[in-house]
């Protein structure tokens, strides 16, 4: 088969199967098997491609375009991704964003990021602040695991270790996370099922983690809906310039405040 089938046929697929991108998707698919970017997809779509079908059946069942693939862009990383945590996503960018703005001006800085998960944002972190000490924590071991495998592959000296929200009372520049904070999968796409549940369904984490922090400055990523009720929080637990940051489709996504 073709590039260029390839691709219709995927698309096709997709588009029967609900999801939402298809052509996107179905050019990512194809330029993975060919081992090109998907810009570069199309200087030859008379290639042919080998290997589709069972990846094209993993996404057709709504399995994330991410674990199928087995890896992810996040900000200036490409990460391994799969079932053990969470696919980064776009909106979390933004609370990387903010992290770094929050660390400008200090010299080798202690930053905790509660909740690693794959690495995304420990790693990102010390990957644009090379002079700061960077330590991920989580309660999951698989996730753990994916984590050091990150940054092994990338050559990035993040600490990883098991803990929670007791870590952060040890003392930090910054704590940064993007914890638990969806109610129920119910309604929600698909995808979300093959995702590890105790990292999606959960509440009440970002007020108690601005309750406990020991530290200079916090940033915390927050679903749609509940930031200013976590910047109350911040602001009755003493924090200052408490500020909140909408994500690229406008939803208030980051909360941040300093002591």
Same mark, same amino acid.
């Given at each position: 088969?073709?590039?260029?089938?390839?691709?219709a046929e995927?698309e096709?697929?997709?588009?029967?199967?609900?999801?939402d991108?298809?052509?996107?998707?179905a050019?990512l698919?194809?330029a993975?098997?060919?081992?090109?970017?998907?810009?570069?997809?199309?200087?030859?779509?008379?290639?042919? %491609?080998?290997g589709l079908e069972?990846?094209?059946?993993?996404?057709?069942?709504?399995?994330?375009?991410?674990?199928?693939? /087995?890896?992810?862009?996040?900000? +200036?990383?490409?990460?391994?991704?799969?079932?053990?945590?969470l696919?980064p996503r776009?909106?979390?960018?933004?609370?990387?964003?903010r992290a770094?703005?929050?660390?400008?001006?200090?010299?080798?800085?202690?930053v905790?990021?509660?909740?690693?998960?794959?690495?995304?944002i420990?790693?990102?972190?010390?990957?644009?602040?090379?002079d700061?000490?960077v330590?991920?924590?989580?309660?999951?071991a698989?996730?753990?695991?994916l984590?050091r495998?990150?940054?092994?592959?990338?050559?990035?000296?993040?600490?990883?270790r098991?803990? /929670?929200?007791? %870590?952060?009372q040890?003392?930090?520049?910054l704590?940064v996370?993007n914890?638990?904070?969806?109610?129920t999968?119910?309604?929600?796409?698909?995808?979300?099922?093959?995702?590890?549940? %105790?990292?999606?369904?959960?509440?009440?984490?970002?007020e108690?983690?601005a309750? $406990?922090?020991r530290? $200079?400055?916090?940033?915390?990523?927050?679903?749609?809906?509940?930031?200013d009720?976590v910047?109350a929080?911040?602001?009755?637990?003493?924090y200052?310039n408490? +500020?909140?940051?909408?994500?690229?489709?406008g939803?208030?996504? %980051?909360?941040?405040?300093?002591r």
């Amino acid at each position: 088969m073709t590039a260029r089938d390839a691709i219709a046929e995927a698309e096709r697929r997709l588009a029967a199967a609900g999801v939402d991108t298809p052509r996107v998707d179905a050019e990512l698919l194809v330029a993975h098997l060919l081992g090109v970017s998907r810009t570069q997809l199309y200087a030859d779509l008379d290639g042919e %491609v080998d290997g589709l079908e069972p990846l094209l059946e993993r996404r057709e069942r709504r399995e994330p375009l991410a674990y199928v693939l /087995g890896e992810w862009g996040f900000r +200036r990383l490409t990460l391994r991704t799969d079932a053990r945590a969470l696919v980064p996503r776009p909106e979390t960018e933004i609370l990387v964003e903010r992290a770094l703005a929050l660390l400008d001006g200090a010299e080798a800085p202690r930053v905790l990021d509660v909740g690693v998960g794959s690495g995304a944002i420990a790693l990102a972190l010390k990957d644009e602040r090379p002079d700061a000490c960077v330590t991920g924590v989580d309660e999951s071991a698989e996730a753990l695991a994916l984590a050091r495998e990150n940054a092994d592959e990338l050559g990035l000296d993040v600490r990883v270790r098991v803990g /929670g929200l007791e %870590v952060a009372q040890e003392g930090w520049d910054l704590v940064v996370s993007n914890p638990p904070y969806v109610d129920t999968l119910d309604g929600l796409q698909p995808e979300l099922r093959y995702e590890p549940e %105790v990292a999606l369904v959960g509440s009440g984490l970002h007020e108690r983690l601005a309750e $406990r922090a020991r530290t $200079r400055a916090l940033a915390l990523e927050v679903g749609a809906g509940q930031a200013d009720r976590v910047a109350a929080a911040l602001e009755a637990f003493a924090y200052r310039n408490v +500020r909140i940051t909408k994500d690229l489709a406008g939803i208030a996504r %980051v909360v941040e405040g300093e002591r």
